[in-house]
């Protein structure tokens, strides 16, 4: 970039010199038809001519250097802003995981509760005494006994404890007086989350 001003500085000055010199041959021409012009006096002009020009393009080279300083400043300072703005992306995703990872953990201990308030709500709603409604049974594996934890009692290890002793979902949900398909839920829930 400075190369290029430095390079347009000379090439004025180059087209500053020949404008000068042929405006001397025109004067030189013009001395030629009146002898009185005094050479002295059109040497002075030439000078003072090169010399403004050396000063405007001297005063031009000093505002391209202050422009590429302050050009390289602000290229500085974008870069410093686009670190900052990437470390603030990442912390932002960091914290977002954080978050949803919190959400998970919160929806899946409020799944083992939401059963037991729905048994509660549940528990004065009249049934439908209508024929049976015939469902396809799937086949049904117990859950291993030792993944159980027996020491707890809620209605999720219950089932579970059930599970492990290799009784059916219809004889768990009759034992412990809950819908088939909570029951079934709530096995299905604790495969996923052992594999």
């Given at each position: 970039m400075e190369m290029i001003i430095v390079v347009s500085v000379v090439l004025i000055t180059v087209a500053v010199v020949l404008v000068t010199f042929f405006a001397y041959l025109r004067n030189m021409k013009r001395q030629q038809a009146s002898p009185q012009l005094d050479i002295s006096d059109l040497e002075e002009r030439v000078l003072e001519?090169?010399?403004r020009f050396q000063h405007i393009s001297a005063t031009r080279i000093n505002t391209f250097e202050l422009k590429i300083k302050e050009m390289n400043q602000l290229i500085q300072q974008a870069n410093e802003y686009y670190m900052r703005?990437?470390?603030?992306?990442?912390?932002?995703?960091?914290?977002?995981?954080?978050?949803?990872?919190?959400?998970?953990?919160?929806?899946m201990e409020n799944l083992f509760e939401k059963p037991q308030k729905q048994k509660?709500?549940?528990e004065n709603v009249v049934e439908y005494a209508g024929?049976?409604?015939?469902?396809k049974k799937e086949p049904f594996s117990p859950v291993p006994r030792e993944t159980?934890?027996?020491?707890t009692s809620s209605i999720e290890h219950q089932i579970l404890n059930l599970s492990s002793e290799g009784q059916s979902a219809e004889d768990i949900a009759e034992t412990?007086?809950?819908g088939r398909g909570e029951v079934q839920l709530v096995l299905e829930l604790f495969r996923r989350k052992n594999k």
């Open positions: 001519l090169v010399n703005l990437t470390s603030v992306i990442s912390e932002a995703y960091k914290v977002e995981s954080e978050l949803l990872e919190r959400s998970r953990k919160k929806d509660e709500e549940t024929p049976p409604v015939l469902e159980v934890d027996l020491q412990l007086q809950i």
